[in-house]
């Protein structure tokens, strides 16, 4: 009988943090992205994903209101 219990509070303990690493390994990535040098860039600047840095860069200069976000890169 007490073998049944410490395995259940080991299975549960396992879980327990099975669970609370993965929730913190999404708040890392998240952290990760936040953190990645366009937290201080205005939203109108910023790269969209999967575009490379050149032709953005080159798109901005394109735009009269954002050639000021050049200054960023």
Not at 28 to 43: R, T, V
Not at 46 to 59: A, I
Request: net charge positive; aromatic share 10%.
């Amino acid at each position: 009988m007490n073998k049944k219990i410490i395995l259940y509070v080991a299975i549960g303990i396992f879980l327990l943090l099975l669970i609370l690493s993965s929730f913190g390994m999404i708040n890392l990535n998240k952290i990760k992205k936040d953190s990645s040098g366009n937290s201080n860039i205005p939203e109108e600047c910023r790269k969209p994903e999967g575009q490379d840095l050149q032709s953005w860069k080159e798109h901005l200069s394109h735009h009269q209101n954002t050639l000021y976000c050049l200054d960023y890169y």
